[in-house]
Structure formats: structure tokens, C-alpha cells
């Protein structure tokens, strides 16, 4: 939908900024002024909101805090700006550095499924002339720039100096890369979700969740945006037979503990 209405008004003439709350001044989250500081540093690379990226930052913190072992796991990381915000947390807060695992295809996302994402995956899709049909090729022409491997490296590697060697990238699809790679991923203190559609929130619920500690973070990045996600998230809790309490975030982003 940002990117149809974009295209709408640069053909009207205008372009469409987006008015960071860093340029608004507070809004009264805990921990928010040095929050702000770890999102200007990660901003340029990622597409996650204000609210959210607070949100992630006070998570990470937490963990840091109380001891909540695991990893840091991220499922679609574009250039890795939510992935640097969380190891940004670590290098304040943690003793030691904490293994971070970034799952994407480094391609971008791709089509979604009509017969389960919804209208608004749809119109996604189609405005940036892809297909509709669930197949695991890239959507053409979907955001200023593809989160490729190397920008992922670069930032996290050069930029925020976190050590290589607790950095673990998975590239591919999900639906090859989740199943093989998750025993690598040992015990998960955050598993952020970010990728937009049902099969792709299927199978990493699927396959990672048992893996994610007591106490520890379930992230939904689009759970009140696209239909597919929400559906693959209410099917997994409905059939695990879950007592969870979804935590708000904003209009799209969900979270609940693990107990």
C-alpha cells in the first residue's frame, strides 16, 4: 500500500516523506532516549517503524538484563537495521556477545499466495507487477533497494563493528533454508518475524518456536496488515493450543512471551 500510494503522488508531483517521531520529540516509551540514539545509527536500514524499533530495542534490553539466554533471530532482514538495533542493545548491555542469526533470500520477497495473503498482499504485488501465485521468486521492483547479502555484512560487520563470528546468515527461501538451518540457531531469546506472507510465517512458527526459551519474544512484524500472517499465526496458536496474550504494538506489529 506505501509503495502504491508513493507512486501515486510522484505522479502528481509530490514525493511522500516519511515524519520520523525522532523529529518529533519523545513520546514517552522507557528507555527511549538512548532508544533514539540505536535507531538514527540503524535507520537508512530498515523499514520497521518508530513504535516497533522502541519496542525491539527495550525487548533486547531486557534479555540482556534478565539473563534470557538464546539468540537473536531475525526472518526477513532487508538491509538488517532491526537485526542492528538488537545488537546494539547487546553491545551496551550484554557480558558477552550473543549469536545472531539472519534468515532472507538477499533477493527480496516473493510472490504471494492469492488463495491465502489477502487484498492487501494483492495489491502489493500487482503494483509492482508481480505474480500472485505463491512462488518462490522474487518480487521485482518492490522497495528503493534489495537487502543483499553483502549491504547486510557491511553494516554489520564494518559499521557496527559486531564481532563476525556470532553473526550466522541463511540465505534463501525460508521454506529451504528455516528447516536445515534451525538446529544452528540452538536455544532463541528473540524470534522477530518479518516475513509478510503465510507460507513464510508458517514454516518458521513451525520450525522455530519450540527453540525460543522460556520468557523469551515471539515478534510478528505484519500480524494486523496482511491476512496471510495473521492467519498463519492464529492457525499455529489454535492448533498448539497456546494461552497467549498478544501484546499491541501498532496498528501492524504483535508480540507475546513465551512461558
Known amino acids: 500500500m506505501k509503495q502504491i500510494l508513493r507512486s501515486l503522488f510522484s505522479s502528481l508531483g509530490y514525493q511522500v516523506t516519511r515524519l520520523e517521531p525522532t523529529q518529533m520529540g519523545p513520546q514517552g516509551y522507557d528507555l527511549e532516549e538512548e532508544a533514539r540514539q540505536s535507531i538514527n545509527v540503524v535507520r537508512e536500514h530498515t523499514m520497521v517503524p518508530y513504535q516497533r524499533l522502541v519496542t525491539l530495542y527495550q525487548q533486547a534490553v531486557f534479555c540482556e538484563r534478565n539473563d534470557i539466554e538464546g539468540s537473536f533471530v531475525e526472518c526477513g532482514t532487508w538491509r538488517g537495521g532491526a537485526v542492528g538495533l538488537m545488537a546494539l542493545a547487546n553491545l551496551r548491555y550484554g557480558a558477552a556477545r550473543r549469536h545472531i542469526h539472519l534468515f532472507d533470500s538477499f533477493e527480496g520477497i516473493p ?21 500472485v501465485n505463491g512462488k518462490l521468486i522474487p518480487l521485482r521492483n518492490q522497495y ?37 538451518d534451525a538446529p544452528e540457531c540452538g536455544e532463541i531469546a528473540i524470534l522477530r518475524l518479518d516475513g509478510d506472507w503465510y507460507a513464510s510465517t508458517h514454516i518458521c512458527l513451525e520450525t522455530l518456536y519450540d527453540q525460543v526459551v522460556s520468557g523469551g519474544f515471539i515478534i510478528h512484524d505484519d500480524y494486523g496488515y496482511y491476512d496471510g500472517c495473521r492467519k498463519a499465526v492464529d492457525e499455529f496458536v489454535e492448533r498448539r493450543n497456546l494461552n497467549i496474550y498478544f501484546h499491541h504494538i501498532d496498528p501492524a506489529g504483535r508480540y507475546w512471551i513465551k512461558s
Open 111 to 131: 510472490e504471494p499466495d492469492e488463495l491465502v495473503d489477502g487484498e492487501e498482499a494483492l495489491k502489493f504485488a500487482h503494483a509492482v507487477g508481480g505474480g
Open 144 to 180: 528503493a533497494s534489495v537487502g543483499t547479502l553483502e549491504a547486510n555484512r557491511q553494516f554489520l560487520e564494518r559499521q557496527l563493528k559486531y564481532d563476525p563470528r556470532y553473526l550466522h546468515y541463511h540465505k534463501g527461501w525460508f521454506q529451504d533454508t528455516v528447516p536445515k
